[in-house]
């Protein structure tokens, strides 16, 4: 079915149907989508969502179930391959680096297991640990139990990159390293996906590190792949609540559509009317959810909202100082709490004129507005 | 009371090492007085002339060790040494892919294990005893093979070496399958899949991963089972007869019947010599290769 055109050109990876159950449990639903050649794609949601299943479906670790799809590798059905037959590495949790093997013996393992000739094999190795920046004079005689955790992480880097795979799959690799150490990192991972041009496939549950380093993102909710997009679109055009909610912050606004008014719709609420943009699924009288992200809100005086904003009226529960953003806090008439990012302009010279206590309303643009399709 | 108490916490919670102290006693007591003495009084009786009617008379003499240096007791001690060392390696091939399967058997392995330990439950003796049941000419074995006419004649199987090495390996098994089993039960999985990932086939993700990472194991599963071989006289006398004396049975002899209780002594100090020199040849190999780089 796949000629070589398609092999050579066509995405890295497809995914088409596929389901995967652990007994009564499915992990797995139905999940369809592609990875493109050389991109750096991220699978990404909270544990037990199905995105570490989604990977080893992809390393071969685990097979779909009978009738579960199909699983394609540059085209060809993988399906009943094992791992090894599927020109990938990985890069697992905890590392998995062989405590009995030095550093050295650890990235040549792979190598030794290829048959790849003797003669070849330190050249290579020392090429991998310059790659992923280790000094080899000091580290390829180490046993793993002398390194630490972020030279552990390179070192199992190394070990991947020096079959040359097609396609590396990450599972929740910095999960476990510092803060400071894992932003190195995340752009260390992305500067090697662009200059070897490997397919990166990324398991994480961070939202964060996701934007951070994807070309395009999978959320995956309840064993489903909720939205697959670029960040910019995961996180401006979220299409459900899970999604909106797991991507940053959001405020959510339930109403019942009323008319159309020209371009946009008006929507009456719990707390106030407000009029959104059109969207296929508005009709009079459907029930309509919006999204809206906290930094596309304003708090003003309850009768200084700007004509042609939506607003809703409350109290300022509470101001947050973050350094960069405060967030004011707004509870709505309903008793549902508003979140408004609002630019730190420097709170000693300039402070904020809310308190805790005062009136006032919290205004966004109509566009602002992103209307979601839960089921 | 209560205030007794606290004062007793708070006197050690103040001194660390009088709380270690504390902590120690009972044992290194125990020790001191059931096996350091002892040890002792061995070694000084091994050192002092026979007396007529049992027991020592003062004096020093090494005639007990040079007597121990006679072919008839140097066969015995070739004897002893081979047989461990064959109940040693059968004990391995049988108890290693045992301790896989259980290590592998997910939420079975508790009750697997409970099995394997389960025969401690009844005396030592009493199980011997139920091999020469189950091995004489009229015993269970010989007897469903007659009636099945797949021998004519019985079988003889007790007071063989077969019998002493069935013994053994009986009895020793479990010693060497839990110390197998709780290294390749903390084997972090993932290794394995790392490993299949890189390209290893099952045979050498066995050979160059689980097996390297079970050496540990390995190692204090054969000490387990060579050390107790080694001294071992119950299965010899009950399974072997007289005509498969170990070394035990000979120093047992000593201490009993022949009331010779310095050349026990010091046969029991030649032993103890040869197991020490093997223990710690081990440990130089270990400590040579660290992890466990077989």
């Not at chain 1, 932003?183 to 964060?208: C, P, R, W």
């Amino acid at each position: 079915m796949a000629s070589p055109i398609d092999s050579a050109t066509g995405p890295a990876v497809e995914f088409t149907r596929v389901s995967k159950s652990f007994g009564d449990f499915k992990a797995v639903k139905d999940i369809t989508f592609e990875i493109r050649r050389g991109e750096f794609f991220s699978l990404l949601g909270p544990s037990g969502c199905g995105k570490t299943t989604t990977l080893r479906l992809l390393a071969g670790f685990e097979q779909p179930d009978e009738d579960g799809g199909t699983v394609r590798i540059s085209g060809q059905v993988v399906n009943q391959k094992r791992p090894y037959e599927r020109q990938i590495g990985m890069v697992f949790q905890n590392y998995a680096i062989f405590p009995h093997l030095s550093v050295e013996k650890n990235v040549a393992f792979g190598l030794v297991q290829h048959k790849v000739p003797k003669a070849e094999i330190p050249d290579r190795v020392v090429k991998a640990l310059e790659m992923v920046r280790l000094d080899v004079g000091k580290f390829a005689q180490r046993m793993p139990n002398q390194l630490s955790g972020g030279q552990r992480q390179r070192v199992a880097l190394a070990r991947a990159l020096v079959l040359r795979p097609a396609i590396l799959l990450l599972d929740e690799p910095l999960g476990a390293i510092d803060l400071k150490l894992r932003k190195e990192m995340q752009l260390e991972l992305k500067a090697l996906n662009k200059s070897l041009g490997i397919t990166f496939v990324y398991v994480t549950h961070d939202q964060e590190e996701a934007l951070t380093m994807s070309d395009r993102i999978a959320v995956m909710d309840n064993a489903r792949v909720a939205q697959l997009g670029s960040p910019a679109e995961i996180y401006e055009n979220p299409r459900t609540s899970f999604v909106a909610k797991f991507i940053g912050e959001s405020n959510f606004f339930d109403g019942t559509v009323e008319r159309k008014d020209g371009a946009v719709w008006r929507v009456t609420g719990a707390n106030c009317s407000f009029v959104v943009p059109d969207h296929p699924a508005l009709r009079p009288g459907a029930a309509v959810r919006i999204a809206v992200r906290p930094e596309w809100m304003d708090v003003c005086a309850t009768r200084e909202v700007p004509s042609g904003e939506n607003a809703a009226g409350g109290t300022v529960r509470d101001v947050i100082y973050l350094g960069e953003m405060m967030h004011v806090i707004v509870t709505l008439r309903d008793g549902t709490d508003c979140t408004v990012a609002v630019r730190n302009e420097g709170q000693l010279i300039k402070p904020l004129p809310w308190k805790r206590g005062d009136a006032a309303a919290v205004a966004w643009l109509p566009e602002d507005c992103q209307i979601l399709e839960d089921e | 009371m209560a205030s007794l108490r606290q004062r007793a916490l708070a006197f050690f919670h103040a001194r660390p090492a009088a709380k270690a102290w504390a902590l120690l006693t009972p044992g290194t007591f125990w020790l001191v007085l059931f096996f350091t003495v002892p040890v002792l009084i061995m070694f000084v009786y091994s050192l002092m002339p026979r007396g007529i009617y049992g027991g020592v008379v003062p004096g020093f003499t090494v005639e007990h060790y040079q007597r121990f240096f006679n072919p008839l007791y140097l066969e015995i001690l070739n004897r002893t040494f081979l047989w461990s060392l064959a109940a040693t390696l059968i004990c391995l091939l049988m108890g290693y892919p045992l301790a896989y399967l259980i290590a592998r058997s997910g939420t079975w392995k508790n009750v697997l294990m409970f099995l394997v330990v389960l025969p401690f439950w009844t005396s030592f003796l009493v199980r011997t005893f139920a091999m020469i049941f189950l091995m004489r000419d009229t015993g269970l074995i010989n007897n469903l093979l007659l009636r099945t006419g797949l021998i004519q004649q019985p079988i003889e199987m007790l007071y063989t070496p077969f019998a002493v090495m069935t013994g053994l390996v009986y009895g020793f098994l479990p010693f060497m399958v839990l110390p197998i089993y709780a290294s390749l039960e903390k084997l972090d999985l993932s290794l394995l899949e790392a490993a299949e990932v890189l390209g290893a086939r099952p045979a050498s993700r066995f050979w160059k991963v689980t097996f390297p990472l079970s050496v540990p194991g390995v190692v204090a599963g054969c000490l387990l089972v060579f050390i107790p071989s080694l001294g071992s006289f119950l299965t010899s006398d009950l399974l072997g007869g007289a005509k498969q004396v170990m070394i035990g049975n000979l120093i047992q002899n000593q201490f009993s019947s022949a009331r010779n209780w310095p050349f026990g002594s010091a046969a029991s100090f030649i032993v103890m010599a040869l197991v020490l020199v093997a223990v710690l040849a081990y440990l130089r190999v270990r400590d040579r290769a660290p992890a466990g780089t077989a």
